[in-house]
């Protein structure tokens, strides 16, 4: 995709951020407005897929490039119990619960999920917010993943359950981290489930044990402290409906650069 094009919508991002914070949150809530980005939105989306390979790769950098100050976005340390709990022990009863419709549940640990087939890659990470941050990350293979759990055919997008309340006032259940793919995006050779990052353990703050690494899309898809992996047929029953926190209140679900 274009430099013009990641311009654009690192330009587009701050400013839908600096309209999130002066109250356009009363837009979002108006089915009309909500229309127009939703119809937008799916353009975007087929046309990307129209004009790229479906795996093609998105640019890898040298060593040499690598920020020297890569910043975190989201949430840097979950305040929720249980990982807490977790994060004292190292994560050693950490599993990663993979489900829905699969033809084999799995509970893997880290160990287990280390041994995957894995992906090193440099990349750049692109936030709504307007920055960028080149890294390097090891993680197993989504697809490899999904392959070992079977993916049943009625499966249509992987849903990422995540550690993080962020609107724990929320009284409709959206009040958690979680994020979506379509099997496209899941089965592309660079989306990896990291765990290193720069070539060490992956810090808290930038989403320990693992997260998602979807390297053709904006940061926010990039769930971080991923818990759970489930396919689902449908985005509807989960959360608000549209297929992400973010999502959910505003942002597009597909955010491909």
Known sequence: MSLHR???LKAAGAGLGALWLAGCDRLTRSPGFTGVLRVAEQWTQGAH???TD???LAKEFGPEHISTDFRANGTLRPQDPGYLALLAENFAGYRLVVDGLVERPLALSLAEVRALPSRTQITRHDCVEGWSSIGKWTGARLSALLDRAGVKPEARYI????A????PFATDGAGGYYESIDLVDAYHPQTILAYRMN???LPVRHGAPLRLR???QLGYKHAKYVMRIEAVASLDRIGRGQGGFWPDRGYEWYAGV
């Open 164 to 167: 993080d309340t962020l609107d």
């Open 54 to 56: 479906r795996n093609a």
């Open 49 to 51: 897929r129209l004009i």
């Open 6 to 8: 990641r311009g654009w």
């Open 199 to 201: 070539d060490a353990t």
């Open 214 to 216: 979807v390297e053709r």
């Open 159 to 162: 849903v990422f359950h995540c």
